[in-house]
């Protein structure tokens, strides 16, 4: 900083005193005169005592600026100062000018401060030069600029804030400091540094709350000034649903997924739980669990903060049955080794020649029919619904050199063919042997090896009585792709979600067998999410899609088929006038409901809790304070789609009671019950929808047709029947449930008993007999106690030891049970 005074030294005797007046300098000593130079560049006020505004004592005159000089600013404030001055910098003015006279100017603070508004309404822009000017007492004039950056902005959250997360990513301004607190009570869950590209990591010291509202702070001190900016009420949301990320094959022992963060998860074989973990900070989690069997269904339940989320139902797969025994022209056998407990099959052009279990220990041995030479056999396994690809084997005879050998794919671990009886057969890789084998007498073999790399040339030749054959060469070829794992898709979703398998290059989407979208896969089973928004094919529930991936090479693997889903509608329970809560239930996959008035404007969203139950708050809403009126609720899922709206009404305080239903049973064909004195409409709902409207009767006595609903054919289905008066007003409900009639319990009956005596369940009013050809004989009679006896006297078909008849319970309904088998004693 270039001084504008230039000060010349000199000595002097001890105690003078020096004076400076105007030009001049005046040196009084009581014993000696001394002299000294002073040079300035400004003028010196002629009298100092007379003119005190200006003095040449200062130096090191500065000015700093205070304030962020970012875009979007329209206050600039700072301080100017020098050194040596003993005047102080009061009376310094300073003049602050931003695009050509939009600044303003003014006399610093006592202590060199100064703060001002640009004119009008003029922000900083980026790139604008800020020119500070300042003007100090002693004279010194200094210009300063400073360069206006860019707006500082909010920091950006990549990670998706749900409860559960302990680790937020996210970018912000290089190297400025992150502050991640609670936005309503303001606690520090963490802090960091953003890197010199932006990006920040912060690890929380506790999982995220369902329901709180998180805020991120970014600050920044450089040599624009301090600026700070804060992303605030950010919400956190529902715990991710867990999800299994490993792949659940036919003797898995590891089981290994994802869900929300310190979660304890557990694991479930179809309504047994076989092990339990805890998820990482980072939701990762993996279990222990016995071998898996191909064909069960798996669900994994994720517990934190007393809430448990639940994944979709997972099924292991079966895999092909790998290891099969050769099979020749005098073969009555095919042995081999599949899944315990699995039904193998082995067909012939379609048509089964054989079954068989696989034992405890993997191993099966089917009795076949002898085949003809060249015949080939299918063989599958099957265990509950899900059935394995085929392996296929051809029947042999014996050959001169080894030919037709089985295709080898990556997955391969053996390969069969034909050879000489008793040759050794080698299969060789890149000159090394990797397997060998005798063939049979009937010249088959089969050599087992190692699996190998798509490409892999592999030279298989035999030997007998020292001499080799020619090499036959085959090429490894890449095992067919698996299906793509498909998300459950909504009407209304905007992405399709879906999991790429193994060895994915590209997941295509077709529709109607047209290829629609394709997208590319950069990272190993990576998720995708497919834009679908404006395809209206896929608009309507019902609709059906296909997923397929492709290799590297362009080849397509296993086909996945998806459905469109409509959102499912919410159940809403009756609402009461000054009732606290509407509440109700929702399916799988809700996240958010919403309560509107009957002019379809929005009220309120309310609250779903683990279990699908939900509840808005009703209370302070005009709408709802008024009986008859109407209201609706809706339900969102995770991925945006709305269901349909449900409507509800504000029923008086007080309901009609709810009906009585009379037992019903799953062979019923009518449903019949009494209804309160105003009913005029009687209801039959299943799961929470109306389904039938039933007929009343004079005296109160209702009665529904429900012969033709599948839903009502399940012991223990439940259902519901309600009322309406004729002001439309819902009654109390009446909850019911599915029964059956149960098989008379029928005690031994001896040739020349007079009675056939048994027991029978509640509800029963009579029972039958019936010969073994099922024609009935005669009806008998059932007591209080539940007791029965049918006379047997005169019944020719009761007469011969060793023959069956039969025994069945009936209802007041003309309901009859299952029959219990009798067979004639001695």
């Not at 063939?439 to 790399?453: H, L, P, W, Y």
């Not at 592999?458 to 060469?473: M, N, W, Y």
Request: charged share 20%; aromatic share 6%; proline share 3%.
């Amino acid at each position: 900083m270039k001084l504008k005074y230039k000060v010349m030294t000199t000595a002097f005797l001890a105690g003078t005193c020096v004076y400076l007046f105007g030009e001049t300098l005046g040196v009084e000593t009581p014993t000696a005169k001394a002299a000294v130079a002073l040079e300035s560049t400004n003028q010196i006020p002629k009298n100092l005592l007379a003119d005190n505004t200006i003095s040449p004592l200062g130096f090191y005159h500065y000015i700093t600026i205070d304030s962020s000089l970012r875009a979007g600013k329209n206050v600039v404030s700072g301080t100017i100062g020098m050194f040596g001055d003993p005047l102080g910098i009061t009376g310094s003015t300073v003049i602050v000018d931003v695009a050509g006279g939009k600044g303003f100017s003014q006399t610093v603070t006592s202590a060199g401060n100064f703060t001002g508004r640009l004119s009008g309404s003029r922000q900083l822009q980026e790139g604008e030069v800020v020119t500070v000017t300042a003007n100090f007492r002693d004279g010194n004039t200094l210009v300063e600029t400073f360069t206006v950056k860019a707006k500082f902005v909010a920091p950006t959250i990549k990670t998706d804030v749900r409860e559960g997360v302990s680790v937020l990513t996210g970018t912000a301004e290089a190297k400025s400091s992150i502050l991640v607190k609670d936005a309503q009570w303001g606690t520090v869950f963490g802090n960091a540094l953003a890197s010199s590209t932006g990006e920040w990591t912060v690890y929380l010291s506790e999982p995220l709350r369902e329901g709180k509202y998180i805020a991120v702070r970014a600050t920044l001190d450089d040599d624009s000034g301090s600026a700070e900016a804060i992303r605030d009420f950010v919400p956190i949301g529902a715990a991710v649903n867990p999800t299994v990320t490993s792949d659940l094959a036919n003797g898995s022992t590891t089981v290994s997924g994802i869900s929300a963060g310190g979660a304890d998860v557990e694991l479930w074989n179809e309504g047994i739980k076989i092990g339990t973990t805890t998820a990482d900070r980072l939701g990762n989690w993996s279990a222990a669990v016995k071998p898996l069997l191909g064909g069960d269904t798996m669900l994994v339940k994720a517990t934190l903060f007393n809430k448990t989320k639940e994944s979709i139902t997972y099924t292991v797969s079966l895999g092909k049955i790998e290891q099969v025994s050769l099979v020749t022209t005098n073969s009555t056998k095919v042995k081999g080794k599949g899944a315990v407990g699995a039904t193998v099959s082995v067909k012939e052009s379609d048509r089964e020649i054989g079954t068989g279990m696989v034992d405890e220990n993997g191993d099966f041995e089917i009795t076949i029919p002898k085949q003809a030479e060249g015949k080939t056999l299918s063989i599958t396994q099957s265990r509950k619904d899900t059935t394995s690809a085929a392996t296929e084997i051809t029947v042999a005879k014996g050959l001169d050199k080894v030919s037709e050998v089985s295709a080898v794919t990556t997955d391969s671990t053996a390969l069969t063919g034909k050879g000489s009886p008793e040759a050794t057969v080698s299969v060789k890789a890149k000159g090394v042997e990797i397997g060998t084998a005798k063939v049979t007498s009937t010249g088959d073999f089969t050599v087992n090896i190692a699996k190998q790399e798509e490409g892999t040339e592999l030279f298989i030749t035999q030997s007998k009585d020292g001499d080799e054959s020619e090499a036959t060469k085959i090429t490894v070829e890449t095992a067919l792709l698996k299906e793509p794992i498909i998300s459950t898709h909504y009407v209304g979703a905007t992405y399709l979600t879906v999991k790429a398998p193994e060895g994915a290059e590209k997941v295509i989407l077709r529709i109607g067998g047209k290829i629609i979208r394709t997208m590319n896969v950069t990272t190993p089973n990576q998720t995708l999410r497919f834009y679908v928004n404006d395809l209206p094919a896929l608009k309507t529930p019902g609709a059906t899609f296909e997923f397929v991936a492709q290799d590297s090479q362009g080849r397509d693997g296993k086909v996945a088929t998806g459905t469109v889903k409509e959102v499912p509608e919410p159940t809403v329970a009756t609402y009461k006038l000054g009732g606290v809560h509407i509440t109700g239930r929702v399916g799988t996959d809700i996240t958010r409901i919403s309560l509107y008035d009957k002019a379809g404007l929005l009220l309120r969203n309310g609250q779903i809790e683990a279990d699908g139950t939900f509840k808005i708050l009703a209370t302070n809403l005009p709408a709802l304070q008024v009986v008859g009126n109407t209201f609706s609720v809706r339900a969102t899922t995770a991925s945006g789609a709305i269901s349909e709206a449900v409507e509800g009404i504000v029923h008086p305080g007080v309901l009609s009671a709810a009906p009585t239903i009379v037992d019903y049973y799953v062979t019923d064909s009518y449903m019949t019950g009494k209804v309160a004195p105003n009913a005029v409409k009687v209801f039959l709902r299943i799961d929470g929808r109306n389904v039938r409207i039933g007929t009343i009767a004079a005296d109160g006595t209702f009665r529904i047709y429900t012969n033709d609903l599948p839903e009502l054919k399940e012991v223990g289905a439940q259902f519901e029947v309600v009322t309406q008066d004729a002001n439309y007003f819902y009654s109390e409900i009446a909850v019911g449930s599915t029964n059956f009639i149960e098989a008379p319990v029928v005690s031994t009956f001896r040739v020349g008993q007079a009675y056939i005596n048994g027991t029978v369940a509640k509800g029963v009013t009579r029972v039958s007999v019936h010969d073994k050809s099922g024609t009935l004989l005669r009806y008998g009679q059932v007591y209080e106690n539940g007791t029965f006896r049918i006379y047997a006297v005169g019944l020719d078909a009761l007469q011969n030891v060793g023959e069956s008849f039969s025994v069945r319970a009936h209802n007041e309904n003309g309901n009859r049970s299952k029959e219990t088998k009798v067979t004639i004693q001695p």
